[in-house]
Antibody, heavy 120, light 107 residues
């Protein structure tokens, strides 16, 4: 059974940093591209970043470029999101999601989500 | 960025009814479109990909159609477990954008 379990969320002040983790199990992690998708309170879904299967390429939405870093450790089957210079508009539930193998970037499995609140 | 305009924003329907949700892309996305269901307090689940392909394990009362810039999700014979929010997502070009969502409630 595919499982994605996020951790590392919490309350953080504007301008500070936070690192999210996503532990994957039930599939060969190193075969799949992975992504982070966020959802602000009572709002819709917003793609944040993607990393390909071996970590050699990464992609970000413009609003987080230069502040967030997506990375992975295939030996530990774990995905990360380092978030620096956090802003109030980064407040959201962050989901780790697996990108479907081959073809367009659809997300076929999602974690339960972890809440990040940026506030003074 | 490709804008995804989803309608209606909310929908109230009775059990057994058929409902339709529409998604309009700001440019041709060549059927690179997915639909997700998000039940209250849960994470999203993939229902439909490539505009009309049913994800494994999804009931056949869900179906997708469309091409170019116009797409739709149909739910036939509405069940109580179908209540939640639905989102379209274009997978044609970066950044991969979602519609604002449709909240489906029981009448």
């Amino acid at each position: 059974e595919v499982q994605l379990v996020e951790s590392g969320g919490g309350l953080v002040q504007p301008g500070r940093s936070l690192k999210l983790s996503c532990a994957a199990s039930g599939f060969t992690f190193s075969d799949y591209a992975m992504a982070w998708v966020r959802q602000a309170p009572k709002k819709g879904l917003e793609w944040v970043a993607t990393i390909i299967y071996d970590g050699s390429s990464t992609y970000y939405r413009d609003s987080v470029k230069g502040r967030f870093t997506i990375s992975r450790d295939n030996a530990k089957s774990t995905l990360y999101l380092q978030m620096d210079s956090l802003r109030s508009e980064d407040t959201a539930t962050y989901y780790c999601a697996r990108r479907e193998l081959g073809g367009p970037p659809y997300f076929d499995y999602w974690g339960q989500g972890v809440m990040v609140t940026v506030s003074s | 960025d490709i804008r995804m305009t989803q309608s209606p924003a909310s929908l109230s329907a009775s059990l057994g009814e058929t409902v339709n949700i529409e998604c309009l892309a700001s440019e041709d996305i060549y059927s690179d479109l997915a639909w997700y269901q998000q039940k209250p307090g849960k994470s999203p689940q993939l229902l439909i990909y490539n505009a009309n392909s049913l994800q494994n394990g999804v009931p056949s009362r869900f179906s997708g159609s469309g091409s170019g810039t116009q797409y739709s999700l149909k739910i036939s014979r509405l069940q109580v477990e179908d209540i939640g929010s639905y989102y379209c997502q274009q997978a044609h070009s970066n950044p991969y954008t979602f519609g604002a969502g449709t909240k489906l409630e029981l009448k």
